[in-house]
């Protein structure tokens, strides 16, 4: 992206104690340079960068880190290091950036040498930050997203039960794939089947039970209107 100044890179080391020894570093810098845009020609201007060197899937002490949301999406890591400087020793600066275009989502993350350093950053909460009002939360740590070993066994559950109610079906149907319609072929058509018949029984009840007041009513107004007979003297 033309408002990018820096990127990320990956390098694969042969043993894990390498890998380790380059974590560790405290302190790297770069210098390098950066194209300008002048008023009439473009020029090259040298500037010093500083390297954030992590593990491939980084891990973040949340005890120690603050989340920074409503960040300018062209933020770089050290105005945001600079912005937190003085709450403590700053050890990781991490800002969240679209894959694609390499920019920032407009949050990131602080982590500090000490956990006290967390209280004196959240007192930056709400404060400005390059025309934004930044919001500063400690860092909490997601809950991991479902997968792996667990995730392929329901996977290979649900597929040999939906394989055996299909071969229940074309076994009911007689093998042509289409399942008899009264017969009910899994536990749900089953459940619905009784429902269904449980209010036929209630539907034929009550109007057994109309019938029955009716020619009850009628049998009662047809002795008032009959005359009773006067006794022969």
């Known amino acids: 992206h033309e408002r990018r100044k820096t990127m990320n890179a990956y390098v694969v080391f042969s043993n894990k104690q390498s890998m380790e020894e380059a974590v560790n570093t405290k302190s790297l810098t770069i210098n390098a340079k ?10 090259e201007e040298e500037q010093e960068f500083r390297l954030r060197i992590d593990r491939a899937t980084p891990t973040i002490s949340h ?20 912005h937190f400087s003085s709450c403590g020793d700053i050890t990781n600066v991490r800002i969240v950036r679209d894959r694609r275009l390499n920019i ?17 950053a959240r007192l930056l909460h709400d404060t400005d930050f390059r025309g934004r009002k930044i919001r500063v939360f400690p860092s909490q740590e997601r809950p991991k997203k479902r997968g792996g070993t667990d995730d392929q066994a329901k996977a290979t559950e649900n597929r040999e039960a939906f394989e055996r109610r299909n071969k229940r079906k074309r076994k009911l149907s007689g093998g ?19 429902d269904t018949r449980r209010k036929a029984q209630r539907k ?30």
């Open 34 to 43: 950066v194209a300008t845009n002048g008023a009439e020609e473009k020029t």
């Open 63 to 82: 005890d120690k880190s603050i989340f920074v949301g409503n960040l300018p999406y062209d933020t770089e890591d050290d105005a945001l290091r600079d």
């Open 104 to 120: 920032g989502k407009g949050f990131g993350y602080v982590t500090f040498a000490k956990k006290t350093s967390v209280g004196t």
């Open 176 to 194: 042509n794939g289409v399942s008899d319609p009264s017969k009910p072929s899994f536990a749900g058509e089953m459940a619905s089947a009784k």
């Open 204 to 233: 034929g009840k009550k109007q057994k039970h109309q019938m029955r007041k009716k020619a009850y009513l009628k049998k009662q107004r047809t002795k008032k209107k009959t005359p009773k007979k006067q006794p022969s003297t």
